[in-house]
């Protein structure tokens, strides 16, 4: 293997590390002030609210509307990526258009989605909860420009989300994801 292509082959690792976990890129590779988000989701296996936290149930189904959004942006590169406003707002909105779009720039494919497979949320505020869900990523093929495929380096991955909602004079009363980050491998 020359020089050139193990440069080549590195870059596509660290792209891809970045496209997958998005927690790892550096804020060079980002737009100020965003430092991670995630993939992309678009259905689940099981998920919970309580009778105490109704709005459990609303928080877990924009995340799902969330992943679903992102994942029709990744497999249709003609869709605008403002679609995704209607599920989320501030950084996490940011962090995955600007990943979309990086991904498109790069001439990446991706074909299948990555699915909620469990998700939970919690109250943190009467406008705010934080919804846990573990992720597969297993039915997603990525290929580079030439057509390669790009090994994803997890399988399945735990994404915490902070859904909030829009609560105030002039605003719409929707939740919208407006942070995430990826914890770990579950």
Same mark, same amino acid.
């Given at each position: 293997?020359?020089?050139?292509?193990?440069?080549?082959?590195?870059?596509?690792?660290?792209?891809?590390?970045?496209?997958?976990?998005?927690?790892?890129?550096?804020?060079? $590779?980002?737009?100020?002030?965003?430092?991670?988000?995630?993939?992309?989701?678009?259905?689940?296996?099981?998920?919970?609210?309580?009778?105490?936290?109704?709005? !459990?149930?609303?928080?877990?189904?924009?995340?799902?509307?969330?992943?679903?959004?992102?994942?029709?942006?990744? %497999?249709?590169?003609? %869709?605008?990526?403002?679609?995704?406003?209607?599920?989320?707002? !501030? *950084?996490?909105?940011?962090?995955?258009?600007?990943?979309?779009?990086?991904? #498109?720039? #790069? !001439?990446? *494919?991706?074909? !299948?989605? @990555?699915?909620?497979?469990?998700?939970?949320?919690?109250?943190?505020?009467?406008?705010?909860?934080?919804?846990?869900?573990?992720?597969? %990523?297993?039915?997603?093929?990525?290929?580079?420009?030439?057509?390669?495929?790009?090994? %994803?380096?997890?399988?399945?991955?735990?994404?915490?989300?902070?859904?909030?909602?829009?609560?105030?004079?002039? $605003?719409?009363?929707?939740?919208?994801?407006?942070?995430?980050? @990826?914890?770990?491998?579950?």
């Amino acid at each position: 293997m020359t020089n050139k292509h193990r440069v080549a082959a590195g870059a596509a690792a660290t792209m891809l590390t970045c496209w997958v976990t998005l927690s790892a890129c550096s804020d060079a $590779q980002a737009p100020e002030g965003i430092t991670s988000s995630s993939s992309s989701s678009s259905s689940s296996s099981s998920s919970s609210s309580t009778p105490s936290n109704p709005d !459990g149930a609303r928080a877990i189904a924009v995340v799902k509307s969330y992943e679903k959004t992102t994942n029709e942006l990744r %497999l249709n590169p003609s %869709l605008p990526t403002g679609e995704l406003g209607a599920y989320a707002t !501030g *950084q996490a909105y940011r962090q995955r258009t600007f990943d979309i779009r990086r991904s #498109r720039e #790069r !001439g990446e *494919q991706q074909r !299948g989605g @990555v699915k909620v497979v469990e998700a939970d949320a919690s109250r943190r505020s009467a406008t705010s909860q934080q919804v846990v869900a573990c992720t597969d %990523l297993t039915g997603i093929t990525v290929t580079d420009r030439n057509g390669k495929e790009i090994d %994803l380096p997890h399988e399945h991955l735990e994404r915490i989300y902070t859904v909030s909602k829009s609560d105030g004079a002039g $605003q719409d009363g929707k939740w919208r994801v407006t942070a995430e980050k @990826v914890k770990e491998t579950c």
